[in-house]
């Protein structure tokens, strides 16, 4: 996770790290965080971002993960698992 994210707004950042930034769960549960204590307002559009992008990178990682598995069961370097 970019350090600076959690520390500086994300409209500070340079262009490219604002986007490293917006591609981390965290960045978007900061940035709520800090439109509730700057402004009172419960930035629901954040909380929905860092949920989908969650749901997204679990979805992901199962797959990558299922799919190693496959080759190391077809490579043979699990054969107490069948």
């Given at each position: 996770m970019p350090v600076s994210s959690v520390f500086?707004?994300?409209s500070v950042l340079?262009?490219?790290?604002?986007?490293?930034?917006r591609a981390v769960p965290a960045d978007h549960v900061f940035e709520g965080m800090r439109a509730v204590v700057t402004?009172?307002?419960?930035?629901?559009d954040?909380?929905?971002l860092a949920t989908v992008e969650n749901v997204?990178?679990?979805v992901a990682a199962g797959l990558l993960v299922g799919?190693?598995?496959r080759v190391a069961l077809r490579r043979g370097l699990l054969p107490k698992v069948r």
């Open positions: 500086w707004p994300e340079p262009p490219v790290l604002r986007t490293v930034a402004g009172g307002r419960f930035a629901t954040r909380l929905v997204l990178y679990l799919s190693v598995f």
